[in-house]
């Protein structure tokens, strides 16, 4: 996937968050203004949101910091986004730090606008080029190559068998609330065999005191880079990051039309629009 792709006239969308000369080059490309979608936690890779908004205005662009949860947008995010948008100067950059809720949030603001359906505003937004790759995370570059197609294809089969069966879409989505991320999987595991380890420790051998030790180990370079020796197997048995999770929910409810309300909402009633999207983020 390129590192930045353009959603229509005025918006586009950064796979990651810039660094400082990232920034001072899109100010020469003409980007006039920022939005951050990251928490302010999220500092891997780059700058900080602080860091980020102080160097933007030192640049002379227009920086907003819109948090989005990185289980994905809701339609109150979407209606906030639209809201920060239309307070910038255009051409606007829009990122997070995986690509993952910057472009669905420029995406569902393509299709508001233009009264398109999401599948329309993607179709569009790609410019009849082909599919290109899906924004990658973390642990999914740390993955082979095969299992990350194999995921992406079956959330592609799941969205197509949906769009044809959305009486279906509902219980979809209530499994997908259920499903257990490969970090919730990787914590569990880790904290189960951690104690078992310092039980037996103390109960049966101090030698079994190694293993809380490299648990903590595994979950320290887990932090630090993505990937830990439990990784290949917990993604071969097709365990799915929380970006790939919410991938597939922002599809289904985009097909149920969850999103469809904001579009149909006079522009100029504030009210409407706010219970569409409060409606919408409940579905």
């Known amino acids: 996937m390129q590192d930045r792709i353009r959603i229509g006239e005025g918006l586009v969308v950064g796979r990651r968050a810039p660094g400082t000369a990232e ?95 999401m599948e329309e505003a993607l179709a569009r937004s790609l410019g009849g080029r082909p599919r290109a790759g899906v ?34 879409i509902g219980e979809r989505l209530r499994q997908l609330d259920a499903e257990w991320d490969i970090e919730r999987v990787l914590e569990t595991n880790a904290a189960s065999l951690a104690l078992a380890g310092t039980l037996l420790g103390i109960l049966v051998r101090r030698s079994y005191l190694a293993l809380p030790v490299a648990v903590t180990g595994f979950l320290l370079q887990h932090a630090l880079q993505g990937w830990c020796p439990p990784i290949p197997l917990f993604r071969r048995m097709g365990v799915r990051t929380a970006e790939e999770i919410a991938r597939e929910r922002m599809a289904l409810k985009a097909l149920r039309g969850d999103f469809d309300p904001l579009r149909q909402a006079p522009a100029e009633d504030a009210r409407a629009r706010g219970e569409a999207a409060l409606r919408a983020a409940a579905a």
């Open 23 to 117: 920034l001072a080059r899109l100010g020469a490309e003409g980007v006039r203004g920022v939005v951050d979608l990251r928490l302010a936690e999220e500092t891997a890779g780059g700058l900080s949101p602080a860091q980020e908004a102080e160097e933007a205005r030192r640049l002379g662009l227009a920086y907003r910091h819109l948090p989005v949860p990185k289980d994905g947008p809701d339609a109150a995010a979407l209606e906030r986004f639209a809201g920060t948008l239309a307070e910038l100067p255009a051409p606007v950059l829009v990122h997070c730090d995986d690509g993952v809720r910057a472009a669905t949030l420029g995406i569902a603001h393509r299709a508001r606008r233009e009264g398109l359906r």
């Open 135 to 168: 924004p990658q995370t973390r642990v999914s570059r740390h993955t082979d190559a095969e299992i990350n197609r194999r995921i992406a294809l079956e959330i592609e089969r799941s969205v197509h068998f949906h769009a044809a069966r959305p009486e279906l």
